[in-house]
């Protein structure tokens, strides 16, 4: 049974950063599409980045250039480190994961096969 355990949120200031992680179990699968998404209460759930097992990577407009997405194979954790963060990114951000699938396509319409808990990123003013 695959689970997904995200960690590494917590509470920064405007500025700020931090690296999410996300350790994967349960597969054995060597092509993946993993990715991370975050939701506000009151906002719907919005694609953050994405990662195939070959790194290529795509990410949404308004985190370019702030967020990086990179994963250790080896590991099977998928990392997320956010910059220059602002009060907009506050958030529940949860990892996703699709496996025997070469290319991550549509991703930013989540319809992954499995979902982590969410670590909670909190950025004041």
């Known amino acids: 049974q695959v689970h997904l355990v995200e960690s590494g949120g917590g509470s920064v200031q405007t500025g700020g950063s931090l690296r999410l992680s996300c350790v994967a179990s349960?597969?054995?699968?060597?092509?993946?599409?993993m990715a991370w998404f975050r939701r506000t209460p009151g906002k719907e759930r919005e694609g953050v980045a994405a990662?195939?097992?070959?790194?290529?990577?795509a990410y949404a407009e308004s985190v370019k250039g702030r967020f990086i997405i990179s994963q250790d194979n080896a590991k099977k954790t998928l990392y997320l480190e956010v910059s220059s963060l602002n009060p907009e990114d506050t958030a529940m951000y949860y990892c996703?994961?699709?496996?025997?699938?070469?290319?991550?396509?549509?991703?930013?319409?989540?319809?992954?096969?499995?979902w982590g808990q969410g670590t909670q990123v909190t950025v004041t003013s």
């Open positions: 349960g597969y054995t699968a060597r092509s993946h599409c």
């Open positions: 990662i195939d097992s070959d790194g290529n990577t």
């Open positions: 996703a994961a699709d496996f025997f699938v070469n290319r991550c396509g549509r991703w930013w319409v989540g319809d992954f096969a499995y």
